[in-house]
């Protein structure tokens, strides 16, 4: 509610103002307070001053009460085997005027436009008699109710069979819903208290999972719409663990609430996992937040009715897959790791850039690289810091970040901020038309990730006892706790502060985050027991996929640009036809000539584009692939010096 009486609050006081500074004089508030029970005797000045201030007292008093009745929702189940969801919007105390009722269009965690309305018809209006209401249909994702007298009761279907963090998955299974997805909205009513509730009779097995507050009614609360659409909700067979986290002499509730197939064991081993995964992350900023309601609640789904995704919200995460417990926890761990680090990093330690977040449209933020790149880097470190992976199996995960981000052409053309404003294009985003980011786009995801684990070595390095950690402690202490919007240079001043060396942060925000540039990640690596080994010494590489059927051998992908391929002009969709004059029709024919080719030397190529005879020539180009491991791995005796770093590194 404090939106809401924040907003009330400063209409008060306007209102005060306005009041008081009629005519620009000054009031006697002493002689008002004697004279209340004679109003008749007041000068007249007072007595206009007085009468006005009471009408606006009163005005906004009436306010106050309407606008805390608040919009519930019903849900009608009937339907779902269809995918189908009925749902009821009652909007009391509706202003004067047409009523608009909007469908969202984008959703907490995603940066994209995503049209739920798409899905929305069957369409209606009522008032409080049960009469119908006139309903227009304004722009996709709005709609008009006019010729109410303060209430209307508004009814549509939703249809839904995409189940994960993003969408709304509706069967005979579960309610698996995601708000914005889900739910349309007051225009103009966005502070007015919400109330969610879900009619189960005939499925007494069925349980409800989400952040929102239970109201005694059977009914599910949240203050305004804007938490209301960050509280994802499950509806089914759920199976609940919880277990407690103590913070600040408060102890916190952490809800594991799962849908899956698999056996009461492995459930109760995965939520050993996530209560140390919860721990370790709290070990980084020195407490947990302050979770509205005391309780935290993990909305996991992990079964072939589902879609894999993770997604991040105040008091909640959905992780959904397809995967199971029994062959894939190794895997599904981190996501759960990542999305709760964003408990503090993007939820509470916000970029000023996606506050308050437009539901209405794409959400464009330069900080990605941070809220989640970072959050990125800690996801697999904070399994490692937990027992959960050992340091080999850590070393071997980051490599797959780290060829994709140093070998991908991408840096020419964006730094990590422009990457960032990139994500309205690619988080989850569709197009028809094919596009050249293999060639000029790295998520935002991994190079964030890199760019944490560069800062992080870099830091531990040069500054005994600092590491990226301390940065996070003090962002989470000036940005998180106070929930005051960060901006860049906030993130460069907390390296200059942790480190007390305001030229380090400067040099790597200029070099790595204005700029394109990146410290020698193998002299870090190397620095805390971990080494890099080429993949293919020696060994020539395309690095674009090739597909061999009838035709011939067939490009399908994008080349890389620097390419071989790329320098003899060949694109996406090109057939091969020879290489240094010998034939290639097969993949046998491939396999014969490609050890032929010699790193460095040039070669003829022959190729049809577009059914149009070309040739180029390139030069044979090494693979750049490589290997991270441990130096024990790699073969090789570990120092107690290096032992020490890289166990402070990935331990503490």
Known sequence: MDVFYTSLAGEITCALHIVLNIQKRSVNWASIKKSQNKRMSMPSPIRSYYSTLCLVVSLLSFQLLTAQAPIQYHLN??????HELNITVEFPSVPLGDLQVRMPRASPGRYAVHNFAKNVYDVKAFDREGKPLSVYKTSPQEWEVVGHSGYVRFTYTLFGNSGDGTYTGIDNRKLHMNMPATFVYGVEMENRPIELCVDLSGREEWEIATQLKALESDCYWAPNYYYFFDSPTMVGEIDFRRFQSESNGKEYTIEVAMMHEGTDEELDSYVEWVQKVVEAQKEVYGELPDFDFGRYTFLTSYNPWINGDGMEHRNSTVCSSKGNLANNANRLIGTISHEFFHAWNVERIRPQSLEPFNFDDANMSGELWFAEGFTSYYDDLILCRA???????YARGITGTLNYVLNSPGRQYRNPIEMSYNAPFVDDATANDETNFSNNFISY???????GLCLDLSIRKAYEGKSLDDVMKYLWATHGKTEVPYEIPDLQK?????????????????????GSALPDIPALLQHFGLVVKQRGPGKVAFRTRVSFGEEGAILKGNVVHGGALHEAGLVNGDMIQAIDGKVIKTKEDWDVVMPTLKVGKSYSIEYLQNGIAAKGTFT???DPGFQVMTVE??????????????????KH
Not at 77 to 82: A, M, Q
Not at 387 to 393: A, L, N, Q, T, V
Not at 445 to 451: E, F, T
Not at 633 to 644: N, T, Y
């Open 77 to 82: 189940l009937d339907d779902i085997n269809h």
């Open 387 to 393: 027992g959960i992976i050992s340091p080999d199996e």
């Open 445 to 451: 995801y991994s190079y964030g990730a890199v760019l």
């Open 494 to 514: 907390a390296v200059a502060e942790v480190t007390g060396d305001e030229k380090f942060a400067s040099t790597f925000f200029q070099a790595s985050i204005y």
């Open 620 to 622: 044979a180009k090494e």
């Open 633 to 650: 791995e790699a073969g090789a005796k570990i120092s107690k010096d290096l032992g020490m770093r890289r166990t402070d590194w990935l």
